[in-house]
């Protein structure tokens, strides 16, 4: 590589790192910033509900869950959409998409402050695309109602389509377990950023490479697994509470920051951009 090549790709980095800060904050959803029942739980009862899936669709579900059986029953819960074959790729526009109900407030809260350091926010899940789509513009929006505006990224599982309609098939894999790692590092060489600055929170044992991927891992409301996980390699622990609540005022900024400076006290390299006021 030329010298003059080499200069230009460490000034590309440079950039990358100096409008995103080379800092992202990964959130799984269901389970750690949404309370169950999960969200495809609920849309698949809500199409139950309103008749609009075929009969046919069980009977093509059932055999897909044979022909996916030797991968085991995670497999069968997580790449086996065929109740959906067939309906239209825009029917969640109809009214079977809606906000979720209840959520854990301090999540939002948590969004709300890493949004405020100008760091990437990215929702990293195992739910259809359009479901966690649909909920990253709702958290945008009340953020927005907060005076922050942001935009809030997705990985999740992507839905095969046909002439605009499901075949009840994914594209790629579902984004579960390793994946989400993959996921992260692949968002980080897109975005530039620094893994090790990076912060994650998840609930389940499925979420441990996610976490395992940065330097700032925090299980959330996690189950006996991850908790067991957690202790184990030292890795916070939060409770949050279930419930609906805006992100925190201006007068709680303050709050919540000596909250994260105790999760995570700053390193000797960021002790500097801390006094020079530069966000973390």
Request: one cysteine or more.
């Amino acid at each position: 590589m030329s010298a003059e090549s080499e200069v230009k790709q460490v000034q590309e980095v440079k950039e990358g790192k100096e409008k995103s800060g080379g800092v992202a904050a990964f959130f799984d959803l269901d389970g750690t910033l949404v309370a169950p029942p999960s969200l495809e739980r609920i849309f698949f009862t809500r199409l139950r509900y309103r008749g609009a899936i075929p009969v046919k669709n069980y009977f093509s579900w059932v055999r897909e869950a044979g022909r996916l059986a030797p991968r085991g029953v995670d497999a069968i819960l997580r790449a086996n959409k065929m109740y959906l074959k067939g309906l239209a790729a825009d029917r969640m526009e109809t009214g079977e998409r809606r906000r979720p109900s209840v959520l854990f407030g301090e999540g939002i809260n948590r969004i709300a402050w890493h949004a405020r350091q100008g760091h990437a926010i990215v929702l990293v899940s195992g739910t259809l695309q359009p479901l966690a789509e649909d909920v990253a513009r709702s958290f945008e929006a009340l953020l927005f109602e907060e005076g922050i505006s942001c935009v809030i990224r997705v990985c999740a599982t992507r839905l095969e389509e046909t002439e605009g309609r499901w075949t009840g098939r994914i594209v790629g894999e579902a984004m579960n377990g390793e994946a989400k790692a993959r996921a992260l590092k692949a968002m980080a060489v897109e975005l530039k950023l620094d893994l090790a600055s990076c912060y994650a929170y998840g609930d389940t044992a499925d979420d441990q490479w996610m976490l395992a991927a940065v330097g700032r891992p925090v299980a959330v409301n996690p189950q006996e697994e991850l908790a067991w996980l957690a202790r184990m390699r030292g890795w916070p622990m939060l409770h949050w509470e279930r419930k609906e609540v805006s992100p925190q005022r201006h007068g709680e900024r303050r709050e919540d920051s000596e909250k994260m400076a105790a999760l995570f006290p700053l390193r000797e390299t960021e002790k500097g951009q801390a006094k020079a006021g530069s966000p973390r």
